[in-house]
């Protein structure tokens, strides 16, 4: 399995048989290495409604005929504009063909602003842990500090995570390092940051300061075999 980071908290999926995108914000994200136009997907999974997260899905679910995998408000809103879609909600968990997707807690918000402005509310943010051949990739999508991080480490042997450091709407640096230590990921990599100006961070840094070998600093494009 590869697994691919592009800017944000965007991040591919590579099986043998399918690509799955998470939260594939490209087009307006400097940071992202991917072409919106030309990105293919099987399957998209959503932490929650905001722009800078569902992205591109809808054009790129769109062109590829993906199945879209999100908290239930908003997968009935993208059912809404005729996209194909799977509901889910916190604590729960569904076995796929391309593999486990359950849906943990977060603590952000969670609103889509449409073409025309209006902003419509999209159901509580979440967390993903995927699983695939037995290897576990936990995205935490938007989040402040909780403590039930603990406890997502304790239930699952996670293999890589992907925690957000950009702080202002998400986790700081500092906060982060707890969460890293609470979900005993055997590797962890920062997202949500150097975007925009408000959220400008040091990964580098951030990553040497994980527990020793665990931490790595993804640039956009780059990836991790597991």
């Not at 005993?184 to 070998?213: C, M, R, S, W």
Request: aromatic residues 8%.
């Amino acid at each position: 399995m590869k697994v691919s980071f592009h800017g944000q908290s965007a991040v591919r999926i590579v099986t043998g048989k399918h690509t799955i995108l998470i939260d594939p914000f490209i087009s307006g994200n400097g940071t992202s290495d991917l072409d919106a136009s030309k990105v293919e997907a099987d399957v998209i999974l959503l932490t929650h409604g905001h722009n800078d997260h569902v992205g591109d899905t809808i054009d790129i679910a769109k062109r590829n005929d993906s199945l879209i995998v999100a908290p239930f408000e908003l997968a009935n809103y993208l059912e809404s504009r005729g996209l194909k879609t799977h509901p889910m909600h916190i604590g729960g968990a569904h076995t796929f063909d391309f593999g486990k997707v359950k849906f943990t807690q977060a603590f952000h918000g969670s609103a889509f602003t449409d073409e025309n402005g209006e902003s419509i509310y999209t159901g509580m943010p979440a967390g993903i842990l995927f699983t695939f051949e037995g290897k576990t990739i936990y995205h935490a999508g938007d989040t402040g500090l909780f403590s039930d991080l603990k406890l997502i480490g304790e239930m699952n042997n996670i293999d890589l995570a992907f925690l957000p450091i950009g702080d202002n709407f998400t986790m700081g640096p500092e906060d982060a390092l707890v969460a890293a230590k609470w979900v005993q990921a055997k590797q962890v990599v920062p997202i949500h940051y150097n975007t925009f100006p408000l959220i400008e961070q040091d990964g580098e840094a951030f990553a040497k300061k994980v527990k020793p070998g665990k931490g790595v600093a993804l640039k956009p494009g780059e990836s991790i075999e597991l």
